[in-house]
Nanobody, 118 residues
Framework: QVQLVESGGGLVQPGGSLRLSCAASENIFSLYVMGWYRQAPGKQRELVAN???????NYADSVKGRFTISRDNAKNTVYLQMNSLKPEDTAVYYC????????????WGKGTLVTVSS
């Protein structure tokens, strides 16, 4: 069972930056797609960014040019660097690990709250 623990959330002013971290309990990056999702009050959970074992990345249109996903294999950790934050970015951010489709495994962290407000 893969366990994921997020950290780095908090209160930040518009235009500010935060860096979220997701620590995995074991080395899974050779097979799993790692992703960050977020859920704001009254809205569906949405994909923010993901990264494959080959470092291919995808971003939601709303965060392109502002957010960057990366990983450190030696530390079993994935990061989300968030710059130029907007109030609309306020949400609980969740780390996700997804296995190849044949295995059908999907793991989630408990989330970390990001609040963008003056």
């Amino acid at each position: 069972q893969v366990q994921l623990v997020e950290s780095g959330g908090g209160l930040v002013q518009p235009g500010g930056s935060l860096r979220l971290s997701c620590a995995a309990s074991e080395n899974i990056f050779s097979l799993y797609v790692m992703g960050w999702y977020r859920q704001a009050p009254g809205k569906q959970r949405e994909l923010v960014a993901n990264i494959t074992s080959g470092d291919s990345t995808n971003y939601a249109d709303s965060v392109k040019g502002r957010f960057t996903i990366s990983r450190d294999n030696a530390k079993n950790t994935v990061y989300l660097q968030m710059n130029s934050l907007k109030p609309e970015d306020t949400a609980v951010y969740y780390c996700n690990a997804r296995s190849p489709p044949i295995y059908g495994m999907d793991f989630w962290g408990k989330g970390t709250l990001v609040t963008v407000s003056s």
